[in-house]
């Protein structure tokens, strides 16, 4: 789902 997918965008650029 679209939340899903915010979710693991923040993950990556919480790392970067």
Known sequence: MVED???IILE???MI
């Open 5 to 7: 997918y915010w979710h």
């Open 12 to 14: 990556i650029t919480r």
